[in-house]
């Protein structure tokens, strides 16, 4: 015979060396259950679901708890508010069956991580089997204690880290938007040409920095740099070529174009002055394009060479070369010039850019892609964005290894007025 859980069983006597709670939440209390209860010693202490805090605390030192269903638990009153008071005594629970798990599933992920670990028991087993399932719970209590101790602190040792970590991301997340700052943000305007970047940090922050200004009517200066590695020690050290690469002195009411290996050099010269620890270095190519001749003058400082796309598909690369920046004072950068012509593309990219070439060897010529040669007929900043998604294709992109930076222009035939 079963005996019904009423309300009214909540008065029975509090315990003084420990209980079997016996939680009343729609379903019966088997009497093999109380009388395995009874036969090890457990005073049987009754409350409603519903009383959550209180009852716990009118049932005492409490050694087990067995909760009787009548249905789903997610859907009883009161049944988060009881398992995270249990959860906090480190209370074994043991759920009464009528054959089947009661329904416990929500779209509630905290009520689905209350339901983990119970342990479940058909209301119609033997008083052996019960006495046999509250003897292991009993015997499981110390471990359950001690690791809820152990929980409980590691939670008092991650908080300080959790709130370190969220304050280090939000610091990061400003040096991103400061480092994009200093990148134009509009790419200038010029009869017949047209410019397109792109811009992919591996991280918060990238290594590479990039720049295209008007220096005069007809002359645009334009440059890739690459720090050594990437992340904030790279993004520090790319804020500073900003500063420090220029292309135009002025001096009184005159001004003066500043060569691209001239730029280069002093830039050299100011990394090399500074003393950066750690071996700081960085790469740069550095182009001036005269927008009315098409003359381009380029000098590089240990950069992946520039590409030169004809109207015809042809993929050419610049010799241009040069010693790595902010490694050896007195260096000297050699400007080369270059007849550019309508219909061509010309395309600046940092180390990271090269997954989307492949090459043999290091005495091998660099040879590309059939994907990147189906983009040669492709408008500057169409091929800049099938590029980018080019690499991003790669096995790996969602962790790149190195940032990403393409600087490309196009030279069209401008309408006539």
Known sequence: MQTTLQGDLAKAVKPSAGALLLVQAGGEIPQTLLRAAEQLGLNQVVVLLEDGAAGLARAGKINVAVIAPGGSLAEASGYEAMMQELAKLSV????????????????DLESDELAQGLIYAAVGESCDMFKGRLATLLDYRPMVESLTAETQRLRTVSQPLSSYFSQMNEEMRLASRLQRDFLPRELPQAPGVRFATVFRPASWVSGDIYDVARLDEEHVGFYIADAVGHGMPAALLTMYIKRALVGKVIEGDQYRLIEPGDALARLNEDMVTQEMSNFQFAT??????????????????????????????????????????????GKLFETHAVQLHRGEKLLLYSDGVELAFVNDGPDKPLRFRKEFDNLADCDIRTMCDKLLALINNQEGSLHPRDDVTILGLELFEPPSA
């Open 92 to 107: 074994p629970i043991l759920v009464l069956t009528q054959g089947e798990k009661p329904t416990l599933e929500t779209d």
């Open 284 to 329: 740069c190519c550095y182009a001036l394009l005269n927008t009315r001749t098409l003359c381009l003058r380029v000098a590089s400082a240990g950069h992946p060479a520039p590409l030169i796309i004809d109207p015809t598909g042809q993929i050419r690369e610049l010799d241009v070369s040069g010693s790595l920046l902010g490694v050896f004072a």
